[in-house]
């Protein structure tokens, strides 16, 4: 196995030749397709099943969404710290565990609100770290000629797999059942992480950091550099706009350069 980036190919624009590109980029599109199939299966469950309020219903959607506030700005830190590819795999196993219990506890219990708040609140944290170190992952993998056209297929891939992950759920709880469709969930995580496990590549360890350097301050030393960037500044300030946070922790990683700073120890880990 080498070290560093992988070489696509010989020939120009021939990505889907490199087999580790592949096995990401399938492990990618499932997991989002099926968390389209999830998001409709936990409100029927709360509707149908646990004849939830409004609120309730409300409360599931905030606790999938606070995570994103909460965890962004860590989550990128983490890719930083450490190699991405375990940390994905991490996630993606809790994943498959944390949306397990929702058909195990169908079948053999009872589900309760409750459960369905901690579930929704923890899946949404995992995605966001393994989302961070995701994005990370990319340039570490493909070698910088092709990363443009990587970065450009995972992109459509991931339009197209969270549209066809969000039709395909309400016909899939309609024909299987909600607990029936988020144990697909569950199962999409799993093939995700032995799409990634059988990843040859060996990424490279990170770059060594100071042991006086802490989390917050790292988090400030890169919003201090997103706010003195315009184009950085521009993209975060109308994801803000959008309260779309996790777009804007993943976007501002995207656009950054691969190299810290002159001025500080900043890794973003981005081309």
């Known amino acids: 196995m080498r070290s560093g980036s992988v070489q696509a190919s010989d020939r120009p624009g021939s990505l889907w030749h490199n087999r580790d590109f592949r096995r990401y980029w399938g492990g990618q599109a499932i997991t989002i397709t099926g968390s389209g199939i999830t998001t409709i299966g936990i409100s029927v469950i709360a509707v149908v099943d646990l004849h939830a309020s409004t609120m309730h219903v409300a409360v599931i959607a905030f606790a999938g969404k606070l995570p994103h506030l909460l965890l962004s700005l860590h989550a990128g830190v983490l890719a930083d710290r450490y190699r991405k590819r375990p940390v994905i795999i991490g996630c993606d196993l809790g994943c498959a565990a944390v949306l397990a219990s929702v058909p195990l506890a169908a079948w053999f219990a009872e589900n309760s609100?409750?459960?369905?708040?901690?579930?929704?609140?923890?899946?949404?944290?995992?995605?966001?770290?393994?989302?961070?170190?995701?994005?990370?992952?990319?340039?570490?993998?493909l070698d910088k000629e092709h990363l443009k056209e990587g970065n450009a297929?995972?992109?459509?891939?991931?339009?197209?797999?969270?549209?066809?992950?969000?039709?395909?759920?309400?016909?899939?709880?309609?024909?299987l059942g909600a607990a029936r469709a988020i144990a697909l969930d569950s199962l999409s995580y799993l093939i995700s992480a032995w799409c990634l496990l059988r990843i040859r590549h060996r990424e490279p360890a990170p770059a060594p950091r100071s042991l006086?350097?802490?989390q917050w301050a790292e988090i400030l030393e890169g919003l201090d550099y997103t706010l003195k960037t315009p184009l950085v500044r521009s993209i975060d300030l109308l994801a803000h706009r959008r309260c779309d946070w996790a777009t804007l922790g993943l976007i501002t990683r995207a656009v950054m350069p691969t190299d810290p700073p002159a001025s500080g120890d900043f890794h973003p880990g981005r081309p």
């Open 153 to 175: 297929k995972l992109g459509a891939s991931a339009s197209l797999a969270d549209l066809a992950g969000t039709n395909a759920g309400g016909l899939l709880v309609a024909v």
């Open 113 to 141: 609100l409750v459960q369905l708040y901690l579930v929704a609140f923890t899946v949404a944290a995992l995605q966001v770290i393994g989302s961070n170190a995701s994005i990370s992952y990319l340039p570490a993998l």
């Open 212 to 214: 006086a350097s802490g």
